[in-house]
Nanobody, 125 residues
């Protein structure tokens, strides 16, 4: 599975962005998907996760009520709608595919994912 993120950019606090992650490969619809973020000098942290059919989602406490993860299996794409952005949301955002229907040890653990995109930068001022 190859993953390509898009939609990042610079936005003012309180604004919105929608990240997209386009996946190639027939196994997308059978893979748990996640969004992560990382700032220099810090560990990569889980932002949101979504089950294969989209019926089960999970969020980090720091984005609950502001971010929404979704997926379109017909388009092999997973999205992250980010509203009410804060300066502390500034980071490189990564899309990840577990390569399995379920993740073990917690959706927020980077080690649960096998495939990663190159990232898209989000800057909030």
């Amino acid at each position: 599975v190859q993953l390509v993120e898009s939609g990042g950019g610079a936005v003012q606090a309180g604004g919105s962005l929608r990240l997209s992650c386009a996946a190639s490969g027939a196994s997308f619809s059978s893979s748990y998907m996640g969004w992560f973020r990382q700032v220099p000098g810090k560990e990569r942290e889980g932002v949101a996760g979504i089950s294969t059919g989209g019926g089960s989602v999970a969020y980090a406490d720091f984005v609950k009520g502001r971010f929404t993860i979704s997926r379109d299996n017909a388009k092999n794409t997973v999205y992250l709608q980010m509203n009410s952005l804060k300066p502390e949301d500034t980071a490189m955002y990564y899309c990840a595919a577990a390569g399995l229907r379920y993740v073990s040890g917690g959706w927020y653990r980077p080690t649960a994912y096998r495939y990663w995109g190159q990232g898209t930068q989000v800057t909030v001022s």
